[in-house]
């Protein structure tokens, strides 16, 4: 029978070598954790203690950078075409709070002493010559307000909407009888005589260029316009007395623009003029019939406006204005079969004055 050491030495050689086998793929850099082996003196016989747990822990794995990509991760999605933060203004709101131009005003209020001469024409069937009415060089003042109470409004449509108010009148200046000679005798007595007209319509203006820096401003406007020259009551209107006088109401319809190039700014504008009530002068009738081409109307026209501005301030601004009207209509004639007068009614002004709009 074999003694007991000697199957203690055999089972110490055999654990041995299992354990440098199991031990071989990890033994590079590592040479802690080795089994430690003790003897027994005192009985004579042999006793093995275990190896520490990290000689058969498996080896760790890489840290995440040695990792190779994973190829089931997914790039993260862009953001949708459009999207945006809550908070973010929409492009509406963000238009609305940018600073307007100088020819987009919520109100504007324009004062203009003018200086303006009328011309009444009348040419009869019976006479070759013209009858002709010259009133020139008398001072006179216009006023104007615009209103555009959506301009701040966030639809588009509705901030070109708004009121146009116009105001004009002729002071201070008679009317002798030289000026009317072709209508009254040469020694009747001067006239104290008045030039009023007034309008009052609806404007829409258009914004062509936003993003320019010489922006352009397009309007289309309708309107009620009135006429109304007279003479004072020291000047007898009796049946055998025709004088020029005027009383016109008409539908004025058109176009105007204005362009703004740094602190200058051009103005233009032109209107057709319906004339719908023409009173004809004292003793005279409307001939409206014989010609039809006036559009069923007793009279017809047009106006024709062109203004230079200087901007002085932010809201101040300072222009030179001209603007030119004329009214045509037909008179019946004297004489049963004779041809209608013809009537050609102008005026001419110039402006200088004060602009305030905010």
């Given amino acids: 029978m074999k003694s ?11 654990l041995l070598a299992a354990s440098s086998a199991q031990a071989e793929p ?20 042999m006793t093995m203690v275990a190896p520490p747990s990290s ?6 794995p890489p840290p995440d950078s040695a990792l190779p990509p994973s190829t089931n991760s997914k790039p993260d999605a862009p953001p949708e075409a459009g999207a945006g ?32 001469g009328r011309v009444f024409r009348q040419s009869e069937g019976i006479q070759p010559d013209l009858r002709r009415y010259g009133a020139i060089g008398y001072p006179s003042f216009a006023l104007t307000g615009d209103v555009f109470p959506f301009v701040n409004v966030k639809s588009k449509f509705l901030r070109g909407f708004g009121v146009t108010l116009q105001f004009a009148r002729a002071f201070g200046f008679e009317s002798d009888g030289a000026r009317l000679a072709a209508f009254t005798d040469r020694s009747t007595p001067p006239a104290d005589t008045s030039f009023m007209r007034y309008a009052a319509g609806l404007r829409y203006r258009i914004h062509m ?25 020291t000047l007898p209107l009796g049946p ?29 504008a ?3 003029l319906h004339g719908f009530s023409v009173a004809a002068p004292n003793t005279r009738a409307l001939d409206a019939a014989t010609h039809p081409y006036l559009a069923n109307a007793p ?12 901007r002085v301030a932010r809201w101040i601004e300072v222009r030179l204005s001209v603007e030119y009207a004329i009214m045509a209509y037909h008179l019946k004639p004297l004489q049963e079969g004779d041809s209608p007068d013809r009537v050609l009614d102008s005026y001419l002004s110039a402006g200088l004055g004060p602009y305030v709009s905010f």
């Fill in 4 to 14: 007991p050491k000697f199957i203690g030495i055999v089972s110490l050689v055999a």
């Fill in 26 to 45: 990890h033994r590079k850099g590592r040479t802690k954790g080795r089994s430690t082996k003790t003897e027994s003196s005192s009985s004579g016989s």
């Fill in 55 to 60: 000689l058969w822990a498996p080896p760790s």
């Fill in 85 to 116: 933060s809550a908070d973010s203004p929409s492009e509406a709101e963000a238009e609305a709070d940018r600073p307007r131009v100088s020819l987009l005003p919520l109100v504007l209020f324009g004062v203009e002493p003018l200086w303006e």
């Fill in 209 to 233: 260029n936003p993003e320019s820096e010489t922006p352009f401003v397009l309007g289309i406007s309708a309107s009620l316009r009135r006429w109304y020259f007279t003479f004072a009551p």
């Fill in 240 to 268: 055998d007395l025709e004088v020029p006088t005027a009383d016109y109401q008409m539908a004025r319809f058109g176009f105007d623009g204005g362009m703004e190039v740094k602190r200058v700014t051009f103005y233009a």
């Fill in 270 to 272: 032109a209107y057709y």
């Fill in 299 to 310: 009279g017809m026209g047009g106006e024709f406006r062109a203004a230079l501005g200087v």
